[in-house]
């Protein structure tokens, strides 16, 4: 079955520190991936994607995931975080492919805390 | 451009009522995406609608039914509504099919539907 995990449901780091989000993701084809950041209230902000080519990709905002195929993975890091970063992070995974671009599964997100 | 707009953003209905939600899409975007966020089931995917047909489809139950219009604008449908209907309601839309950025989605604010 098609599945996407985040095995962080909730991560505080302070401000300034380091940060990796995880995930992972069941699929039976190579899949596009997407990280995707939610603030209360509000809808979902693509950070960045991977659809092929280079395994490290760069979004927004500073943000950077790298594709692990062995590993099924999509972690997405960034190496100071601000306190504006915190927010729900949603990695999602969709077909490749003409006509599928609605069909995104998601995780279940992982809420960033940042302290002061 | 002008983003995602989805009307109303907020709801109140009461169970085995019906209620309709809209949303208009970025200019040029055909492909409009509907999408259901719970704290327990997190993102679902509804149906997604391309040039007023529906293309794809999740897991959901016959009460739940959408349609887009000829200016790609797009409305939901919940018929007997059910106390676990209260969800976040989010819709996306896409670019055209092999346009620059054709699979990524863009999401708008969302209606909060609240059912009692």
């Known amino acids: 079955a098609q599945s996407v995990t985040q095995p962080d449901i909730h991560i505080t780091v302070s401000e300034g520190a380091s940060l990796e989000l995880r995930c992972n993701y069941s699929?039976?084809?190579?899949?596009?991936l997407f990280w995707y950041v939610q603030s209360p209230g509000q809808g979902l902000q693509l950070l960045l994607k991977?659809?092929?080519?280079?395994?490290l990709v760069q979004g927004i905002k500073g943000f950077e995931a790298e594709f692990k195929r062995s590993q099924s993975s999509f972690n997405l890091r960034k190496p100071s975080v601000h306190w504006s970063d915190a927010a729900e992070y949603f990695c999602a995974v969709g077909p490749q492919g003409s006509g599928n671009t609605g069909k995104l599964i998601f995780g279940q997100g992982t809420t960033l805390q940042v302290k002061p | 451009k002008a983003g995602v707009t989805q009307t109303p953003r907020y709801l109140i209905k009461t169970r085995g009522q019906q209620v309709t939600l809209s949303c208009s899409p970025i200019s040029g975007h055909r492909s409009v995406s509907w999408y259901q966020q719970t704290p327990g089931q997190g993102l679902q995917f509804l149906f997604e609608?391309?040039?007023?047909?529906?293309?794809n489809k999740g897991n959901f139950p016959g009460r739940f039914s959408g349609r887009q219009f000829s200016n790609s604008r797009s409305e939901m449908n919940v018929s007997t509504l059910e106390l676990g209907d209260s969800a976040l309601y989010l819709c996306?839309?896409?670019?055209?099919?092999?346009?620059?950025?054709?699979?990524?989605?863009?999401f708008g604010p969302g209606t909060r539907l609240t059912v009692t």
């Open positions: 991977y659809f092929s080519g280079d395994t």
């Open positions: 996306a839309s896409s670019p055209p099919l092999g346009g620059l950025g054709s699979d990524e989605q863009y």
């Open positions: 609608y391309f040039s007023e047909t529906q293309r």
């Open positions: 699929y039976g084809a190579t899949p596009y």
